[in-house]
């Protein structure tokens, strides 16, 4: 297990925003929790579930994409922060533990120009009011920020002035997005955006390659174990240089372009096609030749390399929280790569997906949980399955120990 700080926290409105539902628990002992979840929902489909890779130092402020909805309380004051558990009742919040700290600096400043620009938070139910939600992107390594002001309706009146005001107080950010979302929804942003300022995306780097993020983008929000997450996917892939890999539910293309420089080529597939657009940039920008990005649903995809009896060495999937379907795991036993590494969060659906693959001619080899998410009960797990003989089993789960180790 990563040595870890094991000093508890305190947040005042953690109980009421239901964000982080283990705040005010040492480190350590959250740690042994997901570590107990994983092992118990992988009993008797994995043989062997390695320590959980923690975060270093103090697990606090790492959370690089932030959002915060604004409301005025029953004095009519302005306030920002999140929505109470299973509501839309918006619970003040001042400085958050787990979020970037420039990024509670920005929203401070926004509450107050938009006092000085007599400028109300949106209403849902009457549709009065402009201002509804901000998000906020940040790159750790760049140090770049993009603020994305999402408004109730088109007329944003002295938008210019209040830009300005807002750049020239927060001279760190560099691009700003105003997105319109006039919808009654849970969904933070609209169809539409413009950029105001900037270019309207930022760029961050991860595992020595340089991504694009721009407001729509997934990318995950915990750079440090991200790098450790991703590091530890390519070296269960156990790539020579020669195989020929896919990276499912690929979304921007980060881990296939990490992926990249250790294979022969390349190929991923994502259903979002403004992710497809940003996976295809990414490769430009990474001077990546042996990859190529195609839109599409994951399963349907795969079903169409089976019935052409493509060759795939590695299958790389890294699918949403409802895990991956029987369709496309079924393709995946047809084309019978050599190994699948699983990147899962949410440990259910793994289970289920792994007890699939296991029954059709796969081996799980080894899982390690990983904590992206300190202070919160989620956990994601990489998970190597190969359909290599025993011996082979024993060399591909000793090799990644040691390079685990060495990571730590």
Not at 165 to 190: A, D, R, W, Y
Not at 260 to 276: P, Q, T
Not at 354 to 359: P, R
Request: charged fraction near 25%.
């Amino acid at each position: 297990m990563t040595k870890t700080a094991d000093s508890k926290l305190s947040c005042p409105v953690s109980r009421m925003c239901g964000g982080c539902q283990w705040m005010g628990e040492s480190y350590e002992k959250q740690l042994q929790k997901k570590q107990q979840r994983v092992q118990e929902l992988l009993k008797g489909i994995c043989p062997k579930v390695n320590p959980i890779v923690g975060m270093e130092g103090s697990p606090c402020h790492y959370r690089n994409k932030v959002h915060a909805a604004f409301a005025e309380d029953e004095r009519g004051r302005i306030i920002s922060g999140v929505y109470a558990q299973g509501t839309h009742r918006v619970i003040p919040v001042e400085e958050c533990l787990i979020e970037d700290q420039r990024a509670d600096q920005v929203i401070g400043v926004i509450r107050h120009l938009m006092e000085k620009f007599r400028i109300h938070p949106y209403d849902e139910d009457s549709g009065r009011g402009l201002m509804r939600h901000v998000l906020i992107r940040v790159g750790k390594m760049t140090g770049q920020m993009l603020v994305v002001l999402v408004i109730g309706n088109s007329h944003f009146p002295a938008r210019a002035a209040f830009v300005q005001q807002l750049v020239k107080e927060c001279p760190f950010i560099t691009s700003v997005v105003v997105n319109l979302n006039g919808f009654k929804t849970s969904m933070v942003l609209g169809p539409s955006s413009r950029t105001v300022h900037g270019k309207g995306f930022i760029e961050d780097v991860l595992c020595g390659k340089r991504f694009g993020i721009s407001p729509q983008s997934f990318y995950q929000i915990n750079h440090a174990q991200t790098e450790k997450l991703y590091s530890l996917a390519v070296r269960y892939a156990g790539l020579t240089g020669n195989e020929r890999l896919l990276d499912a539910y690929c979304g921007i293309g980060t881990i296939g372009l990490v992926a990249a420089d250790h294979c022969k080529e390349v190929i991923g597939v994502e259903l979002n096609k403004d992710a497809v657009q940003d996976a295809i940039r990414n490769a430009r920008r990474n001077n990546a030749q042996n990859i190529r990005f195609f839109q599409g649903d994951a399963g349907q995809f795969i079903r169409g390399m089976a019935a052409r009896k493509e060759n795939l060495d590695v299958v790389m999937m890294d699918p949403p929280r409802a895990g991956s379907d029987e369709k496309f795991l079924k393709s995946v036993c047809t084309l019978k790569p050599e190994r699948v590494v699983y990147v899962s969060c949410m440990p259910e659906t793994l289970a289920r997906d792994l007890k699939y693959l296991t029954k059709n001619g796969y081996r799980c080899v080894e899982a390690t949980p990983v904590d992206m998410f300190p202070h919160t009960m989620h956990v994601e797990t990489v998970v190597l399955l190969s359909r290599e003989k025993a011996d082979d089993y024993v060399r591909i789960s000793v090799h990644t120990k040691d390079l685990k180790t060495s990571m730590n």
